[in-house]
């Protein structure tokens, strides 16, 4: 009996020591889990402090960006301005483009015309003036001229526009030659002046006005002779007005005036035997007659086409600016938006 006594006690004994060991343990886990909580959420603090220090830097750095992006936005636009000062200052390696007046006045009255053809009185250039000038043109560059726009003004307002598509086609076989109207008298044209398109393969490009013309019947007409018809602008945008802005006093910076423009080097026009590296520098004899102004003229403004020694000169002349430009404020011309008709007012060209 003793000894099963003692068993027992040795039993109970040895599961208190269990017990008391548990809970030693117990209590060690608690401490040593609470060392580990202490530091799990001292490194979680340090974490913190680092995710606020890389949310700090995020910012700083998408500032950074953006104002990457600004400044090579800016230097994309100037990039961009210095390769079209360049194209503008270099000479072209033959003239792509001349324009030339069939009739300076117009039928059309438009708000800030660069032609001043709404302020032309009726006048018609020379056919013989013209056929001497084609002739001189085609010996001075061989005949290597890539299109030519017969405009105005209005054309189609000259009676004789055949004899002029006949003429340019004779001198230049090789080049495009567009008649650029507004259209309002294509319907009207006799049948001679149909085939002479078709004849001296002349394209019709009109610019599209918001008038009323019948441009259905225009175009049949212009697939019964097989004469091309393309807008000038677009099929679906009809024009806006412009508003070009002269400085009369001739205060512009002529290198800046001559590279910001979408004319200069361009839109060439040949006028009595000179070349101009623009149309306003070659009509601005209507502006002055017409509001008894003085912006003048030089012989440096043109180039004669009979006093030229040789292409490259013309070339080379077209590519610079001239003393106009002075009066040509670019920073000011702007498009003021769905097309206007004109009150002949100076005001349209002054600030």
Request: with cysteine; aromatic share 10%; proline share 5%.
């Given at each position: 009996?003793?000894?099963?006594?003692?068993?027992?006690?040795?039993?109970?004994?040895?599961?208190?020591?269990?017990?008391?060991?548990?809970?030693?343990?117990?209590?060690?886990?608690?401490?040593?889990?609470?060392?580990?909580?202490?530091?799990?959420?001292?490194?979680?603090?340090?974490?913190?402090?680092?995710?606020?220090?890389?949310?700090?830097?995020?910012?700083?750095?998408?500032?950074?960006?953006?104002?990457?992006?600004?400044?090579?936005?800016?230097?994309?636009?100037?990039?961009?301005?210095?390769?079209?000062?360049?194209?503008?200052?270099?000479?072209?390696?033959?003239?792509?483009?001349?324009?030339?007046?069939?009739?300076?006045?117009?039928?059309?009255?438009?708000?800030?015309?660069?032609?001043?053809?709404?302020?032309?009185?009726?006048?018609?250039?020379?056919?013989?003036?013209?056929?001497?000038?084609?002739?001189?043109?085609?010996?001075?560059?061989?005949?290597?001229?890539?299109?030519?726009?017969?405009?105005?003004?209005?054309?189609?307002?000259?009676?004789?526009?055949?004899?002029?598509?006949?003429?340019?086609?004779?001198?230049?076989?090789?080049?495009?030659?567009?008649?650029v109207t507004n259209?309002?008298?294509?319907?009207?044209?006799?049948?001679?002046?149909?085939?002479?398109?078709?004849?001296?393969?002349?394209?019709?490009?009109?610019?599209?006005?918001?008038?009323?013309?019948?441009w259905d019947l225009?175009?049949?007409?212009?697939?019964?002779?097989?004469?091309?018809?393309?807008?000038?602008?677009?099929?679906?945008?009809?024009?806006?007005?412009?508003?070009?802005?002269?400085?009369?006093?001739?205060?512009?910076?002529?290198?800046?005036?001559?590279?910001?423009?979408?004319?200069?080097?361009?839109?060439?026009?040949?006028?009595?035997?000179?070349?101009?590296?623009?149309?306003?520098?070659?009509?601005?004899?209507?502006?002055?007659?017409a509001f008894n102004?003085?912006?003048?003229?030089?012989?440096?403004?043109?180039?004669?086409?009979?006093?030229?020694?040789?292409?490259?000169?013309?070339?080379?002349?077209?590519?610079?600016?001239?003393?106009?430009?002075?009066?040509?404020?670019?920073?000011?011309?702007?498009?003021?938006?769905?097309?206007?008709?004109?009150?002949?007012?100076?005001?349209?060209?002054?600030?």
């Open positions: 009996m003793l000894c099963q006594k003692q068993i027992k006690r040795g039993g109970g004994q040895n599961k208190l020591k269990s017990f008391i060991q548990n809970k030693k343990l117990w209590i060690l886990s608690l401490l040593k889990n609470a060392k580990q909580h202490q530091k799990i959420k001292a490194r979680l603090e340090i974490l913190e402090n680092q995710n606020i220090h890389l949310t700090i830097q995020n910012q700083h750095l998408e500032k950074s960006i953006q104002t990457l992006k600004e400044q090579n936005k800016i230097l994309s636009n100037q990039n961009v301005a210095t390769i079209h000062s360049l194209h503008k200052l270099t000479p072209q390696a033959y003239l792509k483009l001349i324009e030339i007046h069939l009739a300076e006045h117009c039928n059309l009255n438009c708000f800030s015309c660069s032609h001043f053809s709404q302020l032309s009185p009726k006048h018609f250039p020379s056919l013989e003036q013209f056929s001497k000038d084609m002739q001189q043109l085609n010996s001075i560059t061989k005949g290597l001229i890539g299109r030519f726009h017969l405009m105005g003004g209005e054309p189609l307002l000259n009676p004789n526009c055949k004899d002029f598509f006949a003429v340019t086609r004779k001198f230049f076989p090789d080049s495009a030659i567009w008649l259209g309002i008298l294509l319907e009207t044209q006799p049948q001679e002046f149909w085939e002479s398109c078709k004849e001296n393969n002349i394209e019709i490009h009109p610019t599209k006005y918001p008038i009323k013309i019948d225009i175009e049949a007409q212009c697939k019964t002779y097989g004469i091309p018809l393309t807008f000038f602008n677009n099929a679906k945008i009809e024009k806006t007005s412009l508003k070009f802005v002269l400085e009369p006093k001739g205060n512009c910076n002529p290198l800046e005036s001559f590279t910001k423009c979408g004319m200069a080097n361009n839109c060439i026009q040949l006028k009595e035997g000179k070349l101009y590296p623009c149309n306003i520098a070659a009509n601005i004899g209507i502006f002055n007659s102004q003085n912006l003048p003229l030089t012989a440096l403004d043109s180039i004669d086409i009979y006093k030229a020694k040789d292409y490259r000169e013309i070339l080379q002349f077209l590519a610079k600016p001239i003393p106009f430009c002075r009066f040509c404020n670019l920073s000011k011309w702007q498009n003021i938006g769905e097309w206007k008709t004109s009150k002949k007012e100076i005001t349209e060209y002054l600030e």
